[in-house]
């Protein structure tokens, strides 16, 4: 059984961006291997410039977030986008986008990010997560 | 991060980096390095003092020390293979 994280990554804010970069890096240092699965806004926030300009929190969290991002910016944690290209150095960490999602919005695998791997459809993605040990939504 | 001879030791210093940046800094350090070698790491955060030692104990290398110094921890890695 492939020792892996799989992650569902709908949500195209930053402050849960964050966990999806973490969780990788933290896998990856553990020798896991990465299956992230772009759909939605997950996968808007990696149209080409997003990844880098993207400033978009919660909503509700909007009396903290403000914040949060500030004390990040001066204690120089790294963007998430970073900690992600990291970890994908680092191992065997892919980013798969969702057909469906590029489809309905009109996009090719050339309008995303160069860390985006493939595209996938959801049958293989969910293939192959069923081999690995852990599936997130995020 | 900033490397620099320390007794003779390869130095990682990630103090002020977050989880899991110490963690990550030993493992590019042990990569570069070669077998025999040491390491250390410095680290101010909280999550090291588990990470680290599970992380060297898992990838089959020796933790040679864990020494407490204000405000950080040096975490002293053998590479053993």
């Known amino acids: ?138 | 991060m900033v490397m620099s001879a320390q007794e003779q030791n390869i130095v990682f210093d990630a103090r002020g980096s977050f989880c899991p940046g110490p963690l990550m800094e030993l493992i590019r350090g042990i990569r570069q390095a070669k077998v025999g070698e040491v390491i250390e790491v410095w680290s101010s955060d909280q999550g090291s003092r588990k990470d680290i030692p599970f992380w060297t104990q898992k990838a089959g290398h020796e933790l040679v020390g864990v020494l407490e110094e204000p405000g950080y921890t040096r975490f002293v890695v053998r590479k053993k293979r």
């Not at chain 1, 804010?13 to 553990?30: E, K």
């Not at chain 1, 309905?104 to 791997?117: A, F, H, R, S, T």
Request: proline share 4%.
């Open chain 1, 1 to 138: 059984m492939p020792n892996k994280l799989s992650m569902v990554v709908f949500s195209g804010t930053v402050d849960r961006l964050y966990p999806v970069a973490i969780m990788a890096s933290g896998a990856v240092a553990m020798g896991m291997d990465v299956d992230v699965f772009l759909t939605f806004y997950g996968l808007d926030a990696f149209r080409n410039g997003n990844p880098k300009t993207l400033q978009k929190m919660d909503v509700n969290y909007k009396e903290i977030a403000p914040m949060l991002a500030q004390l990040m910016q001066k204690k120089n944690v790294p963007s998430w986008y970073d900690m992600l290209q990291k970890a994908k150095e680092m191992g065997n960490l892919r980013v798969h986008a969702c057909a469906m999602t590029l489809d309905l919005m009109g996009l090719k695998k050339e309008d995303l990010d160069p860390i985006v791997d493939d595209v996938v459809g959801v049958g293989q993605f969910v293939s192959e997560a069923k081999e690995g040990e852990i599936t997130l939504f995020v």
